[in-house]
């Protein structure tokens, strides 16, 4: 069974950085992509980034493209988000989720997800 958990949320400063991780358990995850989602209160979930996991090919949404970096460590089975320069509009819970094939931004085609951590940037 496929488990992910999300960890490293917290309260921030505008400005400031976090780096958010997913310990992904269950399977192996070389032919899954990951990406990184949000939801601020009374939105809808959005996409943040995606990868491969064994794939150099990264994708971001425009509104985190040049302060937010994904990554993965193979050795611990882990994806990270770090996430710099941030900003009070970058307030939400973070989730993470898996999903078998191509890295997409639909959180639609997603099978697996984590329980979200919460992210609080102030002004």
């Known amino acids: 069974q496929v488990q992910l958990v999300e960890s490293g949320g917290g309260l921030v400063q505008a400005g400031g950085s976090l780096r958010l991780s997913c310990a992904a358990s269950?399977?192996?995850?070389?032919?899954?992509?990951m990406g990184w989602f949000r939801q601020a209160p009374g939105k809808e979930r959005e996409f943040v980034a995606s990868r491969r996991w064994n794939s150099g090919s990264t994708y971001y949404a425009d509104s985190v493209k040049g302060r937010f970096t994904i990554s993965r460590d193979n050795a611990k089975n882990t994806v990270y988000l770090q996430m710099n320069i941030l900003k009070p509009e970058d307030t939400a819970i973070y989730y993470c989720?898996?999903?078998?094939?191509?890295?997409?931004?639909?959180?639609?085609?997603?099978?697996?997800w984590g329980q979200g951590t919460q992210v609080t940037v102030s002004s």
């Open positions: 269950g399977r192996t995850f070389s032919s899954y992509s």
């Open positions: 989720a898996a999903r078998s094939g191509t890295a997409v931004g639909n959180p639609r085609w997603y099978d697996y």
